[in-house]
């Protein structure tokens, strides 16, 4: 099946089978290997990427129904050099260890940010992270990262 869609700001048109993953399509097919494979049940998050600027778990998406609509990875976040406010607070805040939920978070955190803007309290942000898994952290730093970045997109 052919589809057409936008992917980190660049067209893209290319034939899929209709059983695909998005995420295997991200990975296997256009080897951007920053969205993560860890559970394959759609419990822990690793796999986040925008649709459309929202975050979804692409091991849940078939990626034709994506056709007609734009994805964001954590590839395509940053601008050249300039890291996007997200990525940029995840790394001044240190919200990561390990880094394997690292891009997940990330797209999860740009999400609570749209949804709850500058001033989000630590307990909504913990409420949202549910189905977000990290196996390093006690989730300080996430928190910490995702209301700093929450502040610099607002700032933006």
């Known amino acids: 099946m052919e589809i057409a869609f936008t992917l ?13 993953l998005l995420v295997e399509l991200l990975r296997d097919g256009l080897h951007l290997t920053g969205t993560h494979i860890g559970c394959d049940t759609s419990q822990c998050g690793a796999c986040n990427v925008l649709l459309d600027g929202e975050p979804v778990k692409s091991c ?31 790394r001044e805040h240190h919200g990561l260890q390990c880094g394997f939920c690292t891009p997940g978070m990330i797209m999860a955190g740009i999400g609570i940010a749209k949804r709850h803007g500058r001033d989000i309290s630590r307990e909504t942000i913990a409420h949202e992270l549910e189905g977000n898994l990290c196996r390093c952290t006690g989730y300080q730093n996430i928190v910490t990262a995702i209301q700093a970045g929450a502040k610099e997109m607002a700032d933006a």
């Open 60 to 90: 849940t998406l078939l990626a034709v129904q994506c056709d007609g609509r734009t994805v964001t990875t954590v590839e395509g976040l940053a601008k050249g050099e300039a890291l996007h406010p997200m990525q940029a607070a995840f």
């Open 8 to 20: 980190n700001g660049e067209a893209k048109r290319l034939t899929v089978s209709p059983a695909t």
